[in-house]
C-alpha cells in the first residue's frame, strides 16, 4: 500500500485528489496539510511513502514555499519521495523543484491516469516528470542559449514587480552589488538591453512566470 500525503493549501484541490485515490487498492491518502508547516510535521507524524506538494502556498513570498519545504522533507533520513503537483510550469519552478529533491513535477491539469503513474513511479523510487515537462527540460538542454538559473529568475521575477535593486537585496537577502551582477548575467544571457526586455523575453521562453 502506498501512503500519501497531500499538501496543498486549497481544500477543494486536496478533495478532488483524495477521490482519485480512493478508487484505487494499493493507495491511500494517510493525510491532508494545508500549509508548508503542517506538511513537515504531518510528513515525520505519518511516514508517507509519497508526499504529493504544490510550490505556492499562500501569497507570501518571505514564507516557506513548496520548494523549500521539499528540500527539508527530501534532507531527512528515511525522506519520502516528493511529488510536485502545480499550475507553474516555468523553467525556474521546475528546475528549482528538481534540484530540491522532488522526484516528479506534473501539472495540476493533468489526467488522472497520468498522476496514478507518477505517484506509483515515485513510490518506486523512479522518476516522474509529466511529458511535457519533459519535453521542456529537454528543450531546455538542446537549446545553446543558457537558461536563467533558480536566483537570476527571482530576482527577474521581483524585477517584473516593479522592485528597485535595493528592494530585492532585501527580499532575497542580497547585496545591491549581488543583484547587479546577477541582472548583468541575466541581459547576458538573454540578450536584452534593459529590464523591460528582460523581463519581456524571459516570460516568452518560460523562464519565469508571466
Known sequence: MIRILLADDHPVVRTGLRAVFAAEDDMEVV?????????????????????LMDLQFGADRSALQGVDATRIIRERPDAPHVLVLTNYDTDADILGAVEAGASGYLLKDAPPTELLAAVRSAAAGRSALAPAV???????????RPGLSTREAEVLTLVAEGRSNRDIGRELFLSEATVKSHLVHIF????????TSAVAKAREIGAIRG
Open 31 to 51: 493525510g491532508e496539510a494545508g500549509s508548508v508547516e503542517d506538511a513537515l510535521a504531518a510528513c515525520e507524524r505519518l511516514q508517507p511513502h509519497v508526499v
Open 134 to 144: 519533459e519535453a521542456r527540460l529537454s528543450s531546455r538542454s538542446r537549446s545553446s
Open 188 to 195: 547576458t544571457k538573454l540578450d536584452a538591453g534593459s529590464r
